[in-house]
């Protein structure tokens, strides 16, 4: 039985950003992803070595920025997570509340005792009142609290939007890194996203992923400007899975051969035949001293 991300593998392949990683990543033609030496090039890259920065270096560089951006998002993701948890318990206290103020309503009069209600008895009549009084009092106090949680509630919701704002950003900063037409492609004038495509999209583990799939192929982003709210997320969640199965495939793919070592030239200078020797350079080279 297929899973549900090979349903959607099948029916959205969207290899445009791999092969938009590779034709960014690849070298131009004629050159090479790391130089090697010989003796006519030796001497001029040591000269250059100190204003170019060498393959090994760019690969450090980018992985020192993916490690503070990683960093971020792991401190918006906990700052997240913190808001749901609190969100959860505040629901599940408002919850409490409006469930313990429903015997009590049901209990106490509904409306002000009159005294000819209780065949004008003074205690009972009394005793209604204080009844009447205590459930008023207490569902105004529960009332209060629950306006104050969902005040809360809805502050928190805000908190968790902008910090999901945030960690889009964060995560398009990591995307970008190896993409470097990103934000080109998400910013062109041309792609458009409606507002219920752009909120689900920054919900999305791999926002920036998709954001840049749909920037590349702007046919189906106004494909899904024009659906419903539902259509437009289940389309973009299959779009969302599709895209990490491709990423996986392709770490999958990557060999762990170490990296070929550059060629090495020595930098002596070579002896010459016996023959072509001077007297004292032929006594050195056969250890006469």
Known sequence: ???????????????????????????????????????????????????????????????????????????????????????????????????????????????????????????RHQQAVLQYTSSVNAQNVQQVMQQQQQAQIAQLQAQKAAIASQEFVEKSNAFAIDYKDFNATVTNPNFHQSDQVARTIVELPNGPDVAYYLGKNLKIANALNNKSERDARDDLIRISTALQVNSRKRRANTTNAPTPGKTVTPKGKVSKDLDKMSPEEYRKARGYT
């Open 1 to 123: 039985m297929e899973t549900d991300a090979a349903i959607a593998e099948a029916e959205i392949l969207p290899t445009e950003i791999e092969q938009a990683g590779q034709d960014a990543q690849e070298p131009s033609q004629g050159e090479t992803s790391e130089a090697v030496e010989t003796p006519e090039t030796e001497e001029k890259a040591a000269e250059e070595s100190s204003g170019e920065e060498t393959p090994e270096q760019v690969a450090e560089e980018k992985q020192k920025k993916r490690n503070s951006v990683q960093e971020r998002i792991s401190q918006l993701a906990r700052q997240k997570n913190d808001a749901n948890t609190r969100v959860q318990e505040l629901e599940q206290q408002v919850a409490y509340l409006q469930a313990q103020s429903q015997p009590q309503a049901q209990d106490a009069p509904q409306t002000y005792p009159r005294l000819e209600d209780y065949d004008y008895d003074e205690s």
